[in-house]
């Protein structure tokens, strides 16, 4: 049974699984535009009010998904074609206070 | 839907070339198809809006991996054929379009290291497809071929234990041609495109041809009805 193929196409991978595919088949790789192009970039904060109900659901989903709220909000706004920064596509380690394990 | 990727890991090969006439041949039959311009000097987002004299398409430049993989994912969802165009040296944006490919072709001029960083792109796709546990198979597509020449015969068996298309792209003006007139190469050009998208067809990499019952205006507007058309798989 095991040289027997599936003829139905296969799903596409997600966009974490591209990264993580493509991060260990080729770790060393560099990105194909500079650090340049996002050098004057920086952090900003963003307060919206939202209910809680939508708030607690956002919580439990980045819970079930193993990630950040952040990275649901970006991914979400990514996948609508809204130019997302890359490092808010990144998973970034919980911070020490929040039981995260330092650098 | 499919995904093809060009990829090589070294510049000047026929990447964009191939895109160009790849998506530039499908729009034609009316395929829903859209071009993904992942290198950085946007040779081909930038043919597509400034040159390109066939049916619409859309085309998105992105090189930046991340938002890349997300873009990937999304056009994906409504197309049937994505091309992806990428940057002539080993980076990472190649590599995530490597990922989503259900193919990619490997330009290759003759030449050294055209060879060398064929067989090493070959590897590279191999690599990916064993991380992501699924099948990317690779193909190499001999370009700018003189087919009497001493070189492309000494280059294609330097490169004959490589995954190799049958068909090939010989050096004609037309191709270079097509990168400032905006339009699809015709006479031995276009003959050789035809082979060359029937063989993708005949892998299984591109859908079969469109059975189209409208009439596909070539000034730059596709406005066929995407009810008269029928993509037979």
């Known amino acids: 049974m095991k040289s027997l193929k599936s003829t139905r196409a296969m799903p596409p991978l997600s966009p974490g699984e591209m990264l993580r595919v493509a991060g260990s088949a080729a770790p060393q790789q560099p990105p194909a535009i500079g650090a340049t192009d996002s050098s004057s970039d920086k952090s900003s904060m963003l307060s919206v009010r939202m209910m809680e109900t939508t708030l607690e659901a956002l919580a439990g989903f980045a819970r079930s998904q193993g990630t950040t709220q952040r990275r649901v909000i970006a991914e979400a706004l990514a996948k609508h074609g809204v130019r997302v920064a890359a490092r808010d596509l990144e998973d970034r380690p919980l911070p020490r206070r929040r039981g995260g394990l330092a650098a | ?233």
């Open chain 2, 1 to 233: 839907m499919a995904i093809i990727t060009i990829a090589s890991s070294k510049g000047g090969p026929g990447k964009t070339t191939l895109a160009q006439f790849l998506v530039g041949s499908l729009a034609a039959e009316g395929v829903n198809v859209v071009a993904i311009d992942a290198d950085p000097t946007g040779g081909l987002s930038r043919w597509t809006a400034r040159l390109y004299e066939g049916p619409a398409f859309v085309c998105h430049h992105e090189a930046e991996d991340a938002r890349l993989a997300h873009l990937i994912h999304r056009v994906a969802q409504e197309a049937d054929v994505v091309v992806v165009d990428t940057a002539g040296f080993g980076n990472r944006a190649a590599t995530v379009a490597m990922t989503a490919a259900d193919g990619v072709l490997i330009p290759m001029v003759p030449g050294e290291g055209d060879v060398t960083e064929a067989a090493r792109t070959v590897e590279l796709v191999a690599g990916v497809a064993s991380a992501a546990r699924r099948d990317i198979p690779s193909r190499v597509v001999l370009n700018r071929v003189r087919a009497s020449t001493a070189l492309s015969k000494h280059a294609a068996s330097e490169a004959a234990a490589l995954p190799k298309l049958d068909a090939s792209l010989s050096d004609l003006v037309a191709y270079g041609e097509m990168g400032f007139s905006g339009r699809m190469p015709a006479g031995k050009a276009g003959a050789e495109v035809a082979t060359l998208m029937s063989e993708l067809r005949a892998l299984g990499w591109l859908p079969r041809r469109v059975v189209n019952t409208s009439s596909v205006n070539t000034s730059g507007v596709n406005t066929m009805d995407v009810n008269t058309k029928e993509v037979v798989r």
